[in-house]
């Protein structure tokens, strides 16, 4: 079975500061591993996706993730954080792609931005 | 397109009271997902529905829930009689099978409040 596990529940940082949110999965087949943000109030957005193409993803608002399958990690970083960055971060991985895209949610990382 | 739709957006009642929710997926996507979210249990997958039919309900805490998929652009979650214990945000979110990624498209959420 899949899983996501998210190291720590809260992460405080400065403004500029770099962003490392850490995500590793485990998954016995190639997965497919994503980037969720949740601003206060609404819902989940995506802000990026691997899928098996570069190892390195872009994604929305400056952040980038990283795949390495040596380290089943799919981390997520940002070189200089803003105060509109403050939010919770999902990272999910893809069961099998016959079964409709149910995904596996970490629980989350608050992030907080510190002027 | 304007996205997966859900109403209402804040729900206010009593114990004992029944609650339907509501969720407009994105036109085309097939597969259709309920989750709750709560500070003590983070993000659950209450049922998924794929073409309409439900394929997995495990997450269903309970036989008070119910969902229902009348047609592929509609679809809610019952909860009767409600208890105060049931208060959470509820997310509808939809995808594409057969999309390269899997991706998950969420709504806003009903902010449900058993009282």
């Known amino acids: 079975a899949q899983s996501v596990t998210q190291l720590g529940s809260h992460v405080s940082v400065s403004e500029g500061a770099l962003v490392l949110l850490r995500c590793n999965y485990s998954s016995s087949v190639p997965p497919y591993l994503f980037w969720y943000v949740q601003y206060p109030n609404q819902g989940l957005q995506l802000l990026l996706k691997y899928t098996s193409a570069a190892t390195l993803v872009k994604g929305i608002n400056g952040f980038e993730a990283e795949f390495k399958k040596s380290e089943t990690s799919f981390h997520l970083t940002k070189p200089s954080a803003h105060m509109s960055d403050a939010a919770e971060y999902f990272c999910?991985?893809?069961?099998?792609?016959?079964?409709?895209?149910?995904?596996?949610f970490g629980q989350g990382t608050e992030l907080s931005v510190k002027p | 397109d304007a996205g997966v739709i859900q109403s209402p957006r804040h729900e206010v009642t009593e114990m004992g009271q029944e609650v339907t929710l509501r969720c407009k997926p994105i036109s085309g996507h097939d597969y259709l997902f309920w989750y709750r979210q709560t500070m003590m249990r983070g993000l659950e997958l209450l049922i998924y529905f794929n073409n309409n039919v439900p394929i997995d309900d495990s997450g269903m805490p309970e036989d008070r829930f119910s969902a229902k998929m009348p047609n592929a652009s509609f679809s809610t979650l019952k909860i009767q009689p409600s208890e105060p214990r049931d208060s959470a945000v509820y997310f509808c979110a939809s995808s594409l099978a057969g999309a390269p990624s899997n991706e998950q498209f969420f709504g806003p959420g009903t902010r449900l409040t058993v009282l």
């Open positions: 999910a991985v893809s069961e099998l792609w016959n079964q409709g895209g149910k995904l596996i």
